[in-house]
């Protein structure tokens, strides 16, 4: 069963994301200087993921 057009909430697709992949995460921590390759991927820190505000 599928749901009709008129209810499905239009660009919820596009929201951010509260949570980032590991390789996501590698990619900000290298930006900040704060992992180095050949270090190890487990127990990284965690990277705050900033909201876009809609105006």
Do not use: T
Request: charged content about 40%; hydrophobic content about 40%.
């Amino acid at each position: 069963m599928s749901i009709d057009k008129s209810l499905v909430i239009k660009g919820r697709l596009a929201e951010k994301k509260s949570v980032l992949r590991r390789a996501e995460r590698l990619k900000i921590l290298k930006q900040e200087g704060k992992w180095k390759e050949g270090a190890s991927i487990f127990g990284l820190p965690k990277v705050k993921v900033l909201k876009a505000s809609k105006k």
